[in-house]
């Protein structure tokens, strides 16, 4: 079973452009989180898509957007890119993303931005 | 809100035995989870507690104690490829069922 992929896996841009990270969940988890994550701040919570809505969301502003698909496929969006916004950003998926239980979430490898 | 804390960093010798803590406060609670993170590479799954506890799985045990927020990861028979971060997260329904993330314990096995 393939596991969860992410496109691009390096990605250079400059403050002020925008730029949208892809995420393939593994074949039938329904559920996708995005992640930040930076030396100084650790794993951060963006949002999470279950069934093409978004479900729950983090603290970060309004530049940072996502959406996913009717094949669970996801995409988050930054806006305005700013300096900080560089790090790597990580999407996960799990089974059902339902209530309790053991729903393990499986990782992808990663899209790492560098904001210049 | 949400809080965990865990070491660091940590260093210990091929062979031995390592225990890394983590502390929680979160206005939630539906399990916890230790990932293994190597440098460059996504998070992969260790373990997971929802009950007081050890639960071992070959090398790696986890313990919690629901009531004090404390968990704790330990290794055995270190080798050097578990040189890696280790990532203490809990699962919160206060959070939307999400997870929040320790900021990780950078363990290196030394020779």
């Known amino acids: 079973k393939a596991g969860v992929t992410q496109t691009p896996r390096y990605l250079i841009k400059t403050r002020g452009q925008q730029v949208t990270l892809s995420c393939s969940p593994i074949s039938g988890h329904r559920s996708v989180s995005w992640y930040q994550q930076t030396p100084g701040q650790g794993l951060q919570f963006l949002f999470e898509y279950f069934s093409e809505t978004q479900r729950n969301k983090g603290n970060f502003p309004g530049r940072f957007s996502g959406r996913q698909f009717s094949n669970s496929r996801s995409e988050m969006n930054v806006s305005t890119l700013e300096l900080g916004d560089s790090a790597l950003y990580l999407c996960?998926?799990?089974?059902?993303?339902?209530?309790?239980?053991?729903?393990?979430?499986?990782f992808g490898p990663g899209t790492r931005l560098t904001v210049l | 809100g949400q809080n965990i804390d865990q070491p660091t960093e940590m260093t210990a010798t091929e062979g031995a035995i390592v225990q890394i803590n983590c502390t929680y406060q979160?206005?939630?609670?539906?399990?916890l989870f230790w990932y293994q993170q190597h440098a460059g590479e996504a998070p992969t799954f260790l373990s997971y507690?929802?009950?007081?506890g050890l639960e071992e799985k070959g090398r790696f045990s986890s313990f919690l104690s629901r009531s004090k927020g404390y968990s704790y990861l330990l290794l055995k028979e270190l080798q050097m490829k578990d040189s890696a971060s280790y990532l203490c997260?809990?699962?919160?329904?206060?959070?939307?069922?999400?997870?929040?993330f320790g900021p990780g314990t950078r363990l290196s096995v030394l020779p």
């Open positions: 507690n929802v009950l007081d």
């Open positions: 997260a809990v699962r919160d329904p206060g959070y939307g069922q999400n997870f929040v």
């Open positions: 996960a998926s799990s089974l059902a993303g339902l209530a309790g239980g053991v729903d393990t979430q499986y």
């Open positions: 979160t206005s939630g609670f539906n399990g």
